[in-house]
């Protein structure tokens, strides 16, 4: 490889991962067909969508249907990636119960759940933790004011989906306030949800009855958005990072002047 050349042209910035794992789970809190644009495309997505088939959703390239839905999720799709989890809160708030074997992925250690099972025990939640798996049941959610020791996305995005469904007001207290949580509550709203606050420290749900279909397109990855302008300004060169709304990156990016970066829908 031989460098010292700048970097110039057009590229399209693909779908976020983290906000599309979310959104996907979402699709289990209606039985109405969920049409969803700008998915990213990654294995984790393919492993999603092999999970909402396996749990009885009827999946195409861009809509999930699940109007029937199983409660037991896969133990060898379950264990490919760590995003897993986020299916435990729209599993019980749709049916009531749900068996899901400790999620997989990284090596990095063990993630925190103690923050999801908590909170939704306080909605009303029964739920076992074993050494291998995740059991819950709720004969129907309840609104509770849920306090976070820290802001953790996915449990942020877990107590956000349960909260759709569930009796009552739900107080989200130290919120995630990443895009891709504002991104999981837009979809949310689109379908019927009452979601106000996400991007901020408190997030507020009104329960509903049910959800209704809809259409949503996932937002593009500002992380890759990001990376590429990163590489432009070590490079130099201009670059036009196309299919990315200029908010994407609202931080000034620190650049030499021989380094043009724009940032554009098309």
Sequence with gaps: MRGGRELSGRICIGGSKNATLPILAACLLTSEQVILHNLAEVTDTAVMLDILAALGCTVSEDTVTAAQVKT???????????????????????????????????????RRVEQHIGGLRRMGAEIEETQTEIIGQARRLHGARIVL???????????MMAATLADGRNEIINAAREPHVQDLAKLLNALGANVIGAGTQEIVVQGVVELHGGEHTVISDYLEAGTYAMAVAAAGGAVHLECSPPDALPMRLLKPADARVAIGRG
Excluded: H, W
């Design 149 to 159: 020791d820290m802001p953790p996305v996915t449990g942020t995005e877990n107590l």
């Design 72 to 110: 037991n999720v896969p133990e060898d799709l379950a264990r490919r990636m760590r995003a897993s989890i986020v299916l435990l809160g729209p599993l019980l708030a749709r049916t009531g119960e749900v068996r899901l074997p400790k999620p997989g992925g990284d090596d990095i250690g063990d």
